[in-house]
């Protein structure tokens, strides 16, 4: 692979905010990433659920420039963070330790299912009340 090659820090997600079971519309939803020294280095991006419950963020891209010539192991912290009426729920918290696309969930696209009433619990590597649909 290249200098051009591109990192996938958090792959393409969509998603479906429920409340005891009905979409919920109106959620705010928070993406961060972190993958550096730098907290900072990637600013958060912010969406909010549409009348069907659902949501979705882009992929996180860098190019790998010299890391793809200089032996490491990636990690890399994703968080979402859904916040309705004030409340703060933690959705999906991951440690990603590859470049790969969907690596998240070994291959599989990103479909999740997040349900404010469901108790924060880790599912496979990631914690949160998301679950891979």
Known sequence: MGASSRLVLFSEVHGTVLKDGSPLAGAEIRQEVVWSDNKDEIPARETASDGNGRFSFTAVERTAGALR?????????????????????????????SYEEN??????????????????????????????S
């Not at 690596?103 to 009340?129: A, Q």
Request: proline share 7%; hydrophobic share 30%.
């Open 103 to 132: 690596s998240e969930l070994d291959g599989k696209r990103m479909n999740l299912v997040c349900e404010l009433s469901r108790e924060p619990d880790f599912e496979g590597t990631h914690y949160g009340i998301c679950r891979a």
């Open 69 to 97: 010539v200089v032996p490491h192991q990636p990690v890399i912290l994703q968080k979402l963070i859904i916040r309705y009426n004030g409340v703060d729920y933690p959705a999906w918290r991951h440690t990603k330790n």
